[in-house]
């Protein structure tokens, strides 16, 4: 309790100071829901690049972290994932429904770091929608014990994980910029991060750009290296893995403008691609 009562407090700190899915689990490998779930293996901390996500948004509507009139810059959350060794994960295993007033005080944070980047509900888990945190919570928190049980605790781990390990930051320090254009090997990518984070990540690509980024954690949540067995290769031919050059693109914001559009971007998994070293 003490813990989150001083991670709270500097989440506050930090909402002050700096700027603030739809997007589908790429289909890798099958999902283990329906069937008996056993604890997971480790934890993969999927976050999102907006650049490439928001440059497809048409419409906006207010709850689209792609309309505000800044653009993102930086990295942003999608969820905190507790996935098994044989590149499967397990779903929905409690029937527990999100409650909105548990993350009240992290709100503020979560509009920033952790906001939907598309404009249609999240489904949740026994055929509901809701919102994309809604979505985050029952399918993945509720499968997180014994290491996280509540949905408090879920979104407070997830903030503090993006906090200590700051992607943004970590590529920067190896001179990997967001840029309009400018394209990185991806081998530097991956040893920036490797070397900063102290496990290798996982990238998947839409056309040559970073989409989403993913950091793999222990189940005491110490750095480890993404999954790299056959199994998360066997459904992936050559074509989809990222290429040798990637970029981290900006994009021109569509404003909200008193539209009550709400106008679903296309968010297809054809264009995808996968890496992990």
């Known amino acids: 309790m003490a813990t989150t009562t001083c991670l709270l407090a500097a989440w506050a700190l930090v909402a002050a100071g700096l700027f603030g899915t739809g997007l589908a689990r790429a289909s ?47 990295f942003t959350i999608h969820g905190l994932w507790p996935d098994y060794d044989d ?99 991806l081998s530097d990518v991956i040893d920036t991060i490797k070397h900063a984070f102290g496990g290798s990540p996982q990238i998947i690509c839409k056309k040559g750009s970073v989409q989403e980024l993913r950091l793999c954690f222990t189940k005491d949540l110490k750095p480890r290296d993404c999954l790299t067995t056959s199994a998360m290769y066997k459904n992936l031919s050559k074509s989809k893995h990222c290429p040798r050059k990637i970029s981290l693109p900006t994009y021109d914001p569509i404003v909200l403008a008193n539209s009550t559009l709400e106008i679903v971007p296309e968010a297809s998994d054809n264009g995808l691609y996968f890496f992990t070293s």
């Open 87 to 185: 590149g499967t994960w397990p779903s929905c295993c409690r029937h527990t429904s999100f409650d909105m007033d548990k993350i009240t005080p992290l709100k503020p944070t979560l509009d920033k770091y952790w906001p939907s980047l598309y404009c249609s509900s999240s489904s949740t888990c026994f055929s509901g929608r809701g919102p994309f945190w809604a979505h985050e919570w029952e399918k993945h928190g509720t499968c997180s014990a014994p290491a996280v049980r509540e949905e408090l605790q879920y979104f407070s781990t997830a903030l503090d994980l993006y906090f200590k390990y700051n992607v943004t930051e970590m590529l920067a320090t190896g001179d990997i910029l967001v840029s309009n254009g400018k394209e990185y090997a």
């Open 28 to 74: 890798f490998a099958p999902a283990a829901v329906g069937k008996e779930q056993r604890e997971f293996d480790y934890f993969a901390l999927a976050l999102q690049w907006p650049g490439t996500i928001c440059s497809s948004t048409r419409h906006c509507c207010a709850v689209n972290g792609c309309c505000r009139k800044e653009p993102l810059h930086t």
